[in-house]
């Protein structure tokens, strides 16, 4: 998600919250809203994927890895 869409979002907010939005621009909205929460879980998920564990014995356990792995079967 740009920086253009993140501020379109607000102006969006912005004018609904003030003289309401079209069926077209509320549309728009939702679509932005939608495209915006998708893009965090994605970023959460690259994040949480990335952690590794080290054990106090020096093993290591990668996260995302072993979620993976739980996920085929």
């Known amino acids: 998600m740009n920086e253009e869409k993140i501020a379109r979002i ?9 003289e309401g939005l079209s069926p ?13 929460i998708a893009s965090v879980k994605n970023n959460l998920k690259v994040q949480l994927d ?8 020096g ?3 990668n996260l ?3 979620h993976k792995k739980r996920t085929l079967h």
């Open 24 to 36: 077209e621009e509320a549309d728009e909205q939702q679509k932005l809203r939608s495209e915006y």
């Open 64 to 66: 995302g890895e072993e």
């Open 50 to 57: 990335s952690i590794t564990i080290v054990n106090p014995d």
């Open 10 to 18: 607000n102006e969006l907010y912005h004018k609904s919250k003030n």
């Open 59 to 61: 093993t290591t356990r």
